[in-house]
């Protein structure tokens, strides 16, 4: 029988109590299994025995398993600790040994500085003079870092200079210039100041913790949790370790949870805490308490603009909301943050022909092996590169993945502005002379809508990202269609709605394995009821759109069909507390929970799993996006319901492209009959399933040269109409 190391992380996790005899057991039983498998669950168990129960003799057999994971720095880190608390075994040494010459040769640069043992009392003595005048080293250290809290990250960075160039083995100096360095965008040299300051002082905290934050920042999820872990290995009460933590754990929101409420409970005053625990609370579906830890958040930094978007994010998830109601939201970000940047008379040199080629730029962070890469590939594929030639102005460092190696080759330029500020990425591309601007990340991760407020090109366009408006003036237009913005649909955005006559997106599966999409794993199977002997229900949706109300309706749907069974697949659902919460969410909407599936998110099965669902569930007031089309391509029937704002019409538009018009619910008593009228006949349902990829592939859905051209008009479009006004 396998060891269950899930349910050993989360006992250690909790606050049940152990003795040393009980903790010296789980380590010995959970080592063995580290040196078979390498399995990630025994590795994080083992790290809970290192982190909340601070077993040193758990140390060794962890250090040894970094070290074969090929993660030097982990190993090293944790046998200076091990020897920090007295051990001394022939083992240890070999390891730290091995672990040492491993970096040498992987990070020459980092690991070329030799320790001084008398560095702080240098520190203290000797002498610099930097812009901030001459004092001691040390000193001048504590004035960086009291520059860097005020936000003056240019003075903080010289006054580091001077310190480092006087003593440049001086750990403390190096940890404040990473931080300095990273909120100056600099972050190749933000790393290695980090990486500098950990070898130097392995059993410091301060530098593995800045790590973590600065592995955060560049989209490391991996790396951002093992050096949270190794600074939190060294000292677990170390508040915004555990906010990073809670920030690298983002696959896991129970987790993430956890570890947020430990930062909080160490220091309640820290804004971070109450947005990483906002996130994770949000990923559960928890949407009330969400929007309260922003609210917190902005009460403690109230000029918090990523408080403000992710409150943008989660109401729209919400039923507590109407969509005047989050539309109102929007509209108050934009009068915040979009009023004190934007130009009164913004001047482009453009060349106004109305005919001529236009230069059409797109910014985001996710030009990556990422959700809307499905949509973005398809349409710079078929483009007229000619009339249309593209930029992608790339969000995020180091987006360097085999999808993101495909939209580069469809671009004539490619430019990184990760490191830039808002301000300098608006010069930037307004230098670039771009005609036409997509933000195709509204207020999600990445977005750069303070660089569209500075009016970065005359014609700007929100397409794809989220499904609401940017709340900004300076956003002339949204791409639509008029199924998900009917008429009337105005008073919602701040932008003018362009409706695209089939669809607001194209659809082009697959995108992270285009080698696979032929193959016989992917191909629509028979419904799995008949094997199984009963209809299953499903969504592969976040718990964040799983809402009271449509919980409650698929609770009537179960009722109605006594056999079946619901299955929902979604992060971190393994979680206990998670796991409890969302299943007493479940029963009060009246959903038998034995009769509920709770299986946990996993990216390999993306299409996989709709083999295991014979009904998919569209949920609402939040549609499914990508998740829908890779239902309706897997052949999976799916009944969806109209609202009255875009993101509540997704699942219509998309249905209508794809040629399936006939389960689309006009109330919830319709949905119901819907849902309940597919299980009434298997072979009915079956023949449905092995004939509906075919119908989706010859639609407008997947039709993607018909998508550019509807694009291209809309681009000059937009052009001749920008011509005109400004004429």
């Known amino acids: 029988m396998s060891t269950d190391f899930e349910s050993i992380l989360h006992r250690l996790e909790s606050d049940a109590a152990f003795s040393a005899a009980e903790l010296d057991a789980i380590s ?116 960086a870092l009291a520059l860097y809290t005020k936000g003056e990250y240019a003075r903080a960075d010289a006054a580091c200079g001077a310190a480092l160039a006087a003593l440049p083995v001086y750990p ?11 909120a100056l965008r600099r972050y190749p040299q933000a790393v290695e100041a980090n990486l500098r300051a950990i070898w130097l002082a392995p059993v410091s ?6 790590l973590s934050s600065m592995m955060i920042a ?35 929101p129970g987790r993430a949870e956890a570890a947020a409420r430990a930062a909080i409970k160490l220091l309640p005053a820290n804004a971070s805490a109450h947005l990483n625990l906002g996130n994770a609370l949000k990923q559960q579906g928890r949407l009330d308490e969400a929007v309260a830890c922003y609210r917190e958040v902005i009460k403690l930094k109230p000029a918090d603009q990523l408080a403000y978007q992710n409150i943008l994010v989660t109401i729209q998830y919400s039923d507590a909301y109407s969509p005047a109601d989050v539309a109102a939201e929007h509209f108050r970000f934009a009068e915040r943050f979009e009023a004190p940047v934007r130009p009164a008379k913004p001047v482009f040199a453009n060349d106004r022909d109305p005919e001529r080629p236009l230069r059409v730029g797109f910014v985001s962070g996710d030009f990556r092996d990422h959700a809307c890469s499905y949509f973005v590939e398809p349409l710079w594929a078929h483009l007229d590169k000619a009339n249309f030639p593209l930029t992608a102005y790339s969000t995020k460092f180091g987006a360097d993945d085999a999808v993101g190696t495909r939209l580069r080759s469809h671009t004539a330029q490619w430019r990184d502005v990760s490191t830039m500020p808002d301000a300098e990425t608006a010069d930037a591309i307004r230098n670039d002379r771009i005609d036409i601007l997509f933000d195709i990340a509204g207020h999600t991760a990445g977005n750069r809508l303070m660089a569209f407020a500075r009016e970065a090109a005359p014609v700007q366009v929100t397409w794809l990202g989220n499904p609401n408006t940017t709340g900004l003036k300076s956003m002339g237009w949204r791409l639509s269609d008029p199924l998900t913005d009917p008429p009337g649909a105005e008073k919602l955005y701040s932008e003018k709605l362009y409706r695209l006559p089939d669809i607001f997106c194209v659809y082009r599966p697959m995108i992270r394995h285009p080698e696979r999409r032929g193959s016989e794993a992917y191909a629509p199977l028979p419904t799995p009821a008949l094997r199984n002997g009963y209809v299953t229900y499903g969504t592969c949706n976040n718990l964040a759109k799983l809402s009271t109300t449509a919980l409650r309706v698929w609770g009537r749907i179960l009722a109605r069909v006594p056999t079946a069974r619901l299955l929902i697949e979604a992060k971190d659902v393994e979680h206990p507390q998670l796991r409890k919460a969302f299943l007493k969410k479940a029963a009060d909407a009246g959903i038998p929970v034995q009769r509920l599936d709770l299986v946990g998110r996993d990216y ?11 009904v998919a569930l569209d949920p609402f007031p939040a549609n499914g996006g990508t998740t829908t089309c890779d239902v309706l391509w897997m052949g999976v029937p799916m009944v969806t319901m109209p609202g009255d704002a875009f993101f509540a019409r997704m699942g219509y538009s998309l249905s209508t492209a794809a040629g399936l018009t006939d389960l689309i619910a006009k109330d919830e008593a319709h949905y ?47 052009w001749r109409a920008w011509v005109a006004k400004k004429a």
């Open 28 to 143: 010995a039983q959970i080592a063995p299994a580290l040196t078979a498998t390498g399995t990630s669950e025994a590795s994080d168990a083992m790290w809970a025995l290192v982190i909340q129960r601070r077993h040193t003799p758990s140390l060794l057999p962890l250090a040894r398993n970094m070290q074969v994971r090929g993660d030097d720095w982990a190993a090293y880190v944790l046998c200076a600790i091990a020897f920090a608390r007295g051990l001394r075994t022939p083992e240890l040494r070999a390891v730290l040994n091995d672990s040492i010459a491993q970096l040498r040769t992987k990070f020459a640069s980092a690991t070329a500085l030799v320790a001084d043992p008398e560095c702080e009392a240098k520190a203290k003595k000797l002498t610099v003079t930097s812009p901030e005048g001459t004092m001691t080293v040390e000193a001048t250290v504590h004035a």
């Open 672 to 718: 119901v009959e819907l849902a309940v009228g597919l299980a009434g006949s298997i072979s009915a349902l079956n023949r449905r399933r092995l004939g509906q990829r075919a119908i989706v592939e010859k639609s407008a859905l997947m039709d993607e040269a018909r998508y550019a051209r509807n694009v291209e008009k809309a681009l000059r479009d937009m």
């Open 172 to 182: 403390d100096a190096l940890a404040v210039a990473a931080v300095t360095l990273k």
């Open 604 to 614: 390999a099965k993306q299409y996989l799993r709709y083999h295991e669902i014979d």
């Open 205 to 210: 905290p301060v530098a593995m913790s800045n």
């Open 218 to 252: 560049l989209q490391r999820g991996p790396d951002a949790q093992r050096f949270a872990e190794l600074a939190l290995a060294v000292d677990n009460k170390r508040p915004e370790a555990w906010v990073n933590l809670a920030g690298a754990l983002g696959e896991t």
